[in-house]
C-alpha cells in the first residue's frame, strides 16, 4: 500500500508542477497570440507565432520543471506532440469560431481543452518513463 501512495503522490505533484509551468506557458503563448491578433495577422497564423515562439521555452519548463527529464532524446517527440496539439487546436479553433467568432475569446475557451490534451501527449508519449530507444 505504501508504493501506491508514493507513486500517487508523485503524480499529484508531477500534475501540479505541469499546470504551474502549463499556466506560464499559456500566458506566453496567449500574450503573442493577442499581440499577433491585434497586429492584424489571421489567427491560423497568430496560432503558429505562439506555437514556434514558446517551444523552446516549453520544453524546458515541462520537461525540465514538471516531468524533470530534459533529455535532447525526448526532444522528437516533443516537437511532434507540439504539432498535433497545434493542429487539433486550429481543428478545434475552426470548429467552436463558428459560435465565438471572437478569436481571442474563441482561444482562451480553448485553452483548458489544449492543455488536457497536451497533459496526456506530454506523459503519455514525450516524459514517459520508460526508456526511449
Known amino acids: 500500500m505504501r508504493a501506491g501512495r508514493i507513486l500517487s503522490s508523485l503524480a499529484q505533484r508531477q500534475v501540479f508542477r505541469f499546470l504551474l509551468a502549463g499556466a506560464v506557458n499559456t500566458l506566453f503563448g496567449l500574450a503573442v497570440y493577442a499581440v499577433c491578433i491585434y497586429a492584424g495577422l489571421p489567427p491560423w497564423l497568430a496560432m503558429l507565432a505562439g ?22 532524446r525526448r526532444l522528437p517527440r516533443f516537437l511532434l506532440s507540439y504539432g498535433l496539439t497545434y493542429f487539433s487546436n486550429l481543428a478545434a479553433f475552426h470548429a467552436l469560431s463558428a459560435w465565438v467568432p471572437d478569436p ?19 506523459s503519455n508519449f514525450v516524459f514517459v518513463r520508460r526508456p526511449l530507444r
Open 51 to 72: 506555437t514556434v515562439l514558446g517551444i523552446a521555452f516549453n520544453f524546458l519548463s515541462f520537461g525540465g520543471y514538471a516531468f524533470r527529464d530534459l533529455s535532447v
Open 104 to 122: 481571442l475569446w474563441c482561444q482562451t475557451l480553448l485553452t483548458p481543452v489544449v492543455a488536457i490534451f497536451s497533459y496526456l501527449a506530454m
